[in-house]
């Protein structure tokens, strides 16, 4: 695909400069890696268009400093060019580190402004742009030389700066309904720790405490004691309940077909689990769609309530158990039914308040690491051992009184989460580039449009 503008096009080659990473004896090996250095940047890094730098490696400074070229500068764009070719992110202020052999580096001459640029690579005519040139077979390859001449829409440089000032300003508000969002999930994540893992409000009675935060009718639904199960202790009243006990129907998810077929014949969106933190976050819809039987997808379509958990796929570094919690409003986000894909599989759990507490509990022991210990890996895939987990992880089920006061705030801080929003706010962002370079809609007439 190429891009529709008024303006002029030019090779990506003429307005930047391409500075892929040190491949040489130089690259980093296991001992050039620490716990405290400087980021050596992979694709699995990019998100967002930034470089998460919660879980990058990092390479010591001599290491660093051995390297020839690969390293980043302010206003710099990193472009994926194996893998996930077309994954990208800017770089801003105050960012240090060096790429891996995955990546490019994009830097803008005096002819393009950087932002400018990052938006036209990460527009939807520059992502099919990229993924036309692929030259992979197993795994997506793009060669730099073919991607510096891929024409791209030139305007004059106080307009390349007006179109990225304009879409900035979309991406700082969807950064900060993003930040809303992760605020109440933290908090639906603190009230789970404190009644379901640490039973806080049953240890304040105890000391003769009334429960923090709580309001005396609430505080009057906790038992003041524990007893002593044969799976430990456990709140007076409250049961240990193996995983699988509390769901009603557990089933594999489903791949079908890309085009239709004679039995794959309904149109579905498969929630893959690389889809499962975007879809979770608001972050660009790539969830595929593909075709199904009827068959198939009676026992796999989702609906409000279910959870969507990941089985395969896993790496050495990341482990399976990711998990989706699936809600009316994120199923209105497609046009179509909704399945998970054949990496991943389907908990229907008995209701709906079950379901929030099985929701909450499944994001907790993720984020603990606790999905670690039911992972098999026999090859370089790690998958989840479904039926190990379903009979061995334990879930603290108290009373119904409890449970529905607690479903009932929570799932009222899962609807308050603003995904619809950054959704729209993301697809009109990106339906303004190509309406601007290609002069349907003027700068003056955005603030109407928006």
Avoid at 77 to 101: D, M, Q, T, W
């Amino acid at each position: 695909m190429s891009f529709e503008s008024e303006f002029e096009l030019v090779p990506l080659g003429q307005v930047a400069s391409f500075i892929n990473g040190d491949r040489s004896t130089n690259y980093p090996k296991g001992e050039d890696y620490v716990d405290n250095g400087i980021p050596f940047i992979s694709a699995a890094d990019l998100s967002d268009g930034c470089v998460q730098q919660s879980g990058v490696k990092r390479i010591s400074t001599a290491a660093y400093e051995r390297l020839r070229n690969g390293k980043i500068q302010d206003r710099d764009v990193l472009f994926c060019l194996r893998g996930s070719i077309g994954k990208l992110a800017y770089v801003h202020p105050n960012e240090a580190g060096a790429i891996a052999s995955s990546l490019v580096i994009v830097r803008a001459n005096a002819k393009i402004d950087s932002r400018y640029l990052y938006f036209i690579l990460r527009s939807q005519a520059g992502q099919q742009a990229a993924a036309s040139l692929n030259n992979g077979s197993a795994q997506p390859n793009l060669s730099v030389s073919e991607l510096q001449k891929v024409a791209v829409p030139l305007p004059p440089m106080p307009i390349q700066r007006q179109i990225a000032a304009t879409l900035d300003s979309f991406d700082d508000r969807i950064t900060l309904l993003r930040e809303t969002n992760a605020t109440l999930e933290a908090i639906a994540q603190a009230l789970f720790k404190s009644w379901f893992v640490d039973f806080d409000p049953v240890r304040a009675k105890i000391e003769g405490r009334t429960p923090e935060g709580m309001d005396e009718a609430t505080a009057a639904l906790f038992p003041d004691g524990f007893e002593t199960s044969e799976l430990g202790e456990v709140p007076r009243g409250w049961v240990f309940k193996p995983f699988g006990a509390l769901l009603a129907h557990s089933i594999g998810g489903d791949w079908g077909s890309e085009q239709p077929e004679e039995k794959n014949t309904v149109r579905v969106a498969i929630i893959r689990g690389t889809d499962i933190p975007d879809l979770q976050n608001g972050r660009d819809n790539r969830v595929p769609i593909r075709y199904t039987s009827e068959k198939k997808l009676s026992t796999r379509q989702l609906q409000d309530g279910d959870i969507v958990i990941e089985v395969s796929g896993g790496s050495k570094d990341q482990p399976t158990g990711r998990a989706l919690y699936v809600t009316d409003d994120l199923l209105k986000r497609f046009d179509c039914p909704v399945e998970p894909a054949s990496f991943c599989r389907l908990f229907r759990p008995v209701d709906q308040a079950t379901g929030v507490l099985l929701g909450q509990h499944l994001r907790f022991i993720y984020d603990q690491g606790k999905t670690w210990e039911y992972q098999n890996q026999s090859t370089g895939i790690a998958n989840f051992q479904t039926m190990h987990f379903l009979e061995k992880e334990l879930v603290a089920v108290p009373p119904d009184s409890v449970l529905n006061v607690f479903s009932g705030t929570v799932r009222a801080l899962v609807d308050r989460t603003v995904i619809s929003q950054i959704d729209e706010l993301s697809h009109i962002r990106d339906t303004l580039l190509p309406r601007l370079i290609s002069g349907q809609l003027q700068l003056p007439e955005v603030a109407d449009a928006h």
